[in-house]
């Protein structure tokens, strides 16, 4: 089945650095998304992205979607304790398949 | 207001038994999901329904049920519940299959909490 490899599994910063996590596949997607999850919570959305390229922010938070629209990747400024969660990475293939394929997650942890 | 709501958010049951987990999204959309996300944090997709059709189903066992009284509704029957069950399931929705921008857009739910003893 459709994988999506996302790096790293985990991360452990100080407050104030900046965090850089990524996703790739085999395949090509028409979209990538992020997501964040919060402890005993459901997902997020942070960023939607759509076309090869695309670099969209939203506050701290800046994500691209690769050129060969085979990865992504993520990228936190200046960390605050709030960052802390779990970060996925998810795509979805054009055409017919409608599934939203996850990552395995990313879980931050920043250090006040 | 909560958009995809879904109970209860914690079930303690027995092997054996068959426990239901309601959902509902007030967003309008027409497609919902359930996704299954184990001790690893592995979020896996189960079902999808668009305007209460079965449009995916992933290699769930048959012990697994969805039921769509109508597109704001998507419930999950689990019978015969076994150890592997334990997991959360969260329920999800877009506004549609993903063909548009919009259907991207996949809203979730605050997620069940199931545990088999």
């Known amino acids: 089945g459709q994988q999506l490899n996302q790096s790293p599994q985990s991360m452990f910063i100080q407050e104030g650095e900046d965090v850089s996590m990524n996703c790739t596949s085999s395949s090509i997607f028409n979209t990538w998304l992020w997501y964040k999850q919060d402890p005993g919570e459901g997902p997020v959305l942070l960023i939607a992205?759509?076309?090869?390229?695309e670099l969209t922010s939203n506050g701290r938070l800046t994500a691209q979607f690769g050129i060969t629209r085979k990865d992504s990747f993520l990228n936190i400024s200046a960390s605050i304790p709030s960052d802390v969660g779990i970060y996925f990475c998810a795509g979805r293939r054009g055409g017919s398949n409608y599934k939203l394929t996850f990552g395995k997650g990313t879980l931050l942890t920043v250090n006040p | 207001d909560t958009a995809v709501s879904q109970t209860p958010k914690y079930l303690v049951t027995q092997m054996g038994n068959d426990k239901s987990i309601k959902c509902e999204q007030n967003l309008g959309h027409d497609t919902m999901y359930w996704y299954k996300q184990d001790s690893k944090k592995f979020l896996k997709i189960m079902f999808s329904y668009n305007n209460k059709e079965l449009i995916i189903n992933e290699t769930v066992p048959n012990r697994f049920s969805p039921k769509s009284p109508d597109k704001a509704h998507l419930n999950l029957h689990i019978n015969s519940l076994e150890l592997g069950d334990s997991a959360v399931y969260f329920c999800?929705?877009?506004?549609?299959?993903?063909?548009?921008?919009?259907?991207?857009?996949?809203?979730f739910g605050e997620g069940s909490w199931l545990t088999v003893v």
């Open positions: 999800a929705s877009s506004q549609d299959l993903g063909t548009g921008r919009s259907g991207n857009t996949i809203y």
């Open positions: 992205l759509y076309k090869a390229g």
